[in-house]
């Protein structure tokens, strides 16, 4: 018997780095997944690793910032499952810039994809949640249902170069806070994980090279210079920065029985940074 038998998982972006790594825990622990990723080829990798392993998953392919995601996104686990038990909001990327020379496209592409997104997300799913929760308390049956979004310290404490970043992230917590108390009534735990240095393809660059994400035709550039990553994990008491698995535990926390009465937080998983 897993943790999570029966219930239905969202999770965006989870054809790579840290949302796999969350959908394979979900799916580890029982749950029946709709994995999500901007390009088929990483969705069905990790649509294939879930099956190969026992579990049930089926994809919903797209951007989340296209106008009918969210309800595409949504009907994909009513339809094939029946229902949605866990929404875990964790598609993005990030466009950095400091503020003198960031565009308006920068703005808006990284506020549509970490705020914009999860909120109409949330907004198609509520109607499927509210009917649930509705019959279940008719019928007597007490179920909890989870989301948790993704946030970062850069909404928490601010980063230089990532204005538009850390605005997003931080109105992810609002998000968060408003949303609990909102559907508190439906039995649902609205939560947030806000991580600190985790280690994925947003953050690594080999040496002496520029490393870039192709995101809907832009050339993104992403990574850290190797010399500022380990200064920035000095700066960690653990000494090291996080894997996408360590960041997968934290959601799964959430996602758990045992966290039914934890609401309306942010949870940072940073390895003791604050």
């Not at 038998?5 to 997944?33: E, F, N, P, Q, Y």
């Not at 509210?130 to 946030?151: D, F, L, M, Q, Y």
């Not at 035709?217 to 996080?242: C, D, F, H, S, Y």
Request: a negative charge; proline letters at 3%.
């Amino acid at each position: 018997m897993g943790t999570l038998d029966g219930k239905t998982a969202l999770v965006s972006g989870s054809g790579r780095g840290i949302g796999r790594a969350i959908a394979l825990k979900l799916a580890g622990h029982g749950a029946r997944l709709v994995v999500n990723d901007l390009d088929p080829g990483p969705a069905e990798e990790t649509l294939a690793e879930i099956k190969a392993a026992g579990g049930e998953a089926v994809a919903c392919v797209g951007s989340v910032t296209d106008d009918d995601f969210a309800d595409r996104f949504v009907a994909t686990a009513v339809d094939n499952y029946g229902g949605v038990d866990i929404v875990i909001n964790n598609a993005g990327y990030t466009w950095d810039d400091v503020i003198q020379k960031m565009t308006d496209e920068q703005w808006d592409a990284i506020l549509d994809v970490h705020l914009k997104a999860p909120f109409r997300i949330l907004r198609a799913v509520q109607p499927v949640i509210s009917a649930r929760a509705k019959a279940e308390r008719a019928a007597g049956v007490a179920t909890h249902r989870k989301i948790v979004n993704i946030s970062s310290i850069a909404g928490l404490d601010g980063n230089a170069g990532q204005v538009n970043y850390g605005a997003a992230k931080a109105g992810i917590v609002g998000l968060t806070k408003t949303l609990a108390k909102e559907w508190g009534r439906y039995a649902v735990n609205v939560n947030a994980v806000a991580y600190g240095l985790i280690r994925t393809r947003l953050t690594e660059a080999a040496a002496g090279t520029d490393s870039t994400i192709d995101v809907q035709g832009r050339q993104i550039k992403v990574g850290v210079n190797p010399g500022l990553l380990t200064a920035m994990e000095q700066m960690i008491p653990l000494g090291r920065a996080g894997t996408p698995e360590e960041a997968a535990g934290a959601v799964y926390l959430l996602c758990l029985p045992e966290s039914d009465y934890i609401s309306g937080q942010v949870v940072v998983c940073g390895g003791g940074y604050s």
